[in-house]
């Protein structure tokens, strides 16, 4: 049984490091999933469900939603002021970004895969912040681009929130995990 599995892993020599990725990903989502609660129509996230630690996920709602307004503006869209944390177009179609929407946990998943990658350290001190500014600068685009849709079809939200967007964002962070495994993984650690 166990030459059989060996075998097996062999057999899959080509694509160890996706295997890697994904079990990364699911360990990580897992981990931030046991230690993290949070209600998206309250302003609470709790550690371990005891410690509130909110105050960082608010600060990135407010920032990011004031971001994600001002690129929804330059594109031509009239926004009304009503919530800080709020996308609201003259038609009254809104889009409310909350803790959810910060890519906090994104960030998170992504710095654990890549610290368990191989590779050199001196490689992963660059790497890791220009990876956690893409996906910081992905998720600003995503929130813009959804505003946008829902300005004038709000009905089409959950297709872009739920499907398009959430899983282009886990493909590019895939993307970005495969660059490092291509160009710097290989490289001998220290």
Not at 45 to 67: E, N, T, W
Not at 173 to 179: D, G
Request: proline share 2%; glycine share 6%.
């Amino acid at each position: 049984m166990v030459e059989e599995l060996k075998k097996i892993w062999r057999s899959l020599e080509a694509v160890h490091g996706v295997i890697f990725f994904l079990i990364g990903l699911f360990a990580a989502d897992l981990l931030w999933k046991l230690c993290i609660h949070g209600n998206e129509n309250l302003p609470q996230v709790l550690l371990f469900g005891r410690y509130d630690i909110y105050a960082p996920f608010g600060a990135m709602v407010l920032h990011i939603a004031g971001v994600a307004r001002d690129i929804v503006q330059f594109f031509g869209y009239e926004t009304i002021a009503r919530n800080a944390n709020e996308i609201c177009f003259a038609n009254h179609h809104a889009v409310t970004v909350v803790w959810g929407c910060t890519a906090i946990k994104q960030s998170f998943i992504f710095l654990c895969i890549m610290l368990l990658s191989k590779g050199k350290w001196l490689h992963k001190t660059w790497y890791i912040p220009m990876g956690l500014l893409l996906i910081y600068s992905f998720n600003i685009i995503r929130i813009a681009a959804i505003a946008m849709i829902v300005a004038n079809h709000p009905e089409q939200f959950v297709f872009w929130h739920e499907w398009v967007f959430k899983y282009a964002f886990y493909g590019m962070i895939f993307l970005i995990w495969l660059v490092w495994n291509e160009k710097f993984a290989a490289q001998k650690a220290n």
